[in-house]
């Protein structure tokens, strides 16, 4: 079975520019989260999804993120206008159950990289 | 003061040892524990669920404190294959689906 999958896993940006990172979570996982590691810093929550709906968007830092789910399957992160302290590694995870109930299964990030 | 709290370490151990990790949370009604490992540039991993009455997979033993509001995790008899970094990670009481991470603890384990 195929596990969470990221696309790109490394995007080189200026500031400014947007970017929108994808995620394919597994199959017939309902929840689909969006977290985020800085440098030097703990992975931090961004956005829970359940199917296509937002369950928690409270770890979003700006309205320059926006992240959708449209039919309940893959998930998109766009950041518009990108920023030099957006650089990180921006994890997707999903999970059948919530994710306090089980694991999470997380994907192998995607680095971006703001110059 | 951060949520979840850990000594990122790097503890260098050899083969053969035995290291233990320890973690402390701030919210007390948090209700959910785990310990993730993430190998350099991979992505976090579940290693084990932490239970209240401590919980044991193989060569690792997980325990949980409330009242002290305490994680630990023992590894025994090191191997190399368990260098990684550590993470603690815990549910907020609303179960909303969001975890809260530690920075992760680092362990090197020499030959």
């Known amino acids: 079975?195929?596990?969470?999958?990221?696309?790109?896993?490394?995007?080189?940006?200026?500031?400014?520019?947007?970017?929108?990172?994808?995620?394919?979570?597994?199959?017939?996982?309902?929840?689909?989260?969006?977290?985020?590691?800085?440098?030097?810093?703990?992975?931090?929550?961004?956005?829970?999804?359940?199917?296509?709906?937002?369950q928690d968007e409270s770890g979003m830092p700006n309205n320059r993120f926006l992240a959708e789910r449209t039919g309940g399957t893959y998930s998109t992160l766009k950041v518009q206008p990108?920023?030099?302290?957006?650089?990180?590694?921006?994890?997707?995870?999903?999970?059948?159950?919530?994710?306090?109930?089980?694991?999470?299964?997380f994907g192998e990030g995607s680095r971006l990289t703001v110059l | 003061r951060k949520e979840v709290e850990q000594d990122p370490g790097p503890f260098n151990v050899p083969e053969g040892a035995t290291v233990a990790f320890n973690c402390t949370y701030s919210n007390s009604a948090s209700q959910?524990?785990?310990?993730?490992?993430?190998?350099?540039?991979?992505?976090p991993k579940l290693l084990m669920s932490v239970y209240s009455s401590g919980n044991e997979d193989g060569r690792f033993t997980a325990q949980l404190n409330r009242a002290s509001q305490y994680i630990s995790l023992l590894i025994r008899d090191s191997k190399l294959s368990d260098s990684a970094t550590y993470l603690c990670v815990v549910n907020l009481p609303s179960n909303t689906g969001k975890l809260i991470f530690g920075q992760g603890t680092t362990l090197q384990v020499k030959p």
């Open chain 1, 1 to 54: 079975e195929a596990g969470v999958t990221q696309f790109p896993s490394h995007s080189v940006i200026e500031k400014g520019q947007t970017v929108t990172l994808r995620c394919d979570p597994i199959s017939g996982h309902d929840n689909l989260y969006w977290y985020r590691r800085v440098m030097g810093k703990e992975i931090k929550f961004l956005l829970h999804f359940v199917k296509e709906s937002k």
């Open chain 1, 82 to 105: 990108a920023e030099l302290e957006d650089s990180g590694v921006y994890f997707c995870a999903s999970s059948h159950f919530l994710a306090g109930d089980g694991e999470l299964f």
């Open chain 2, 32 to 43: 959910s524990f785990f310990w993730y490992r993430q190998d350099c540039r991979k992505e």
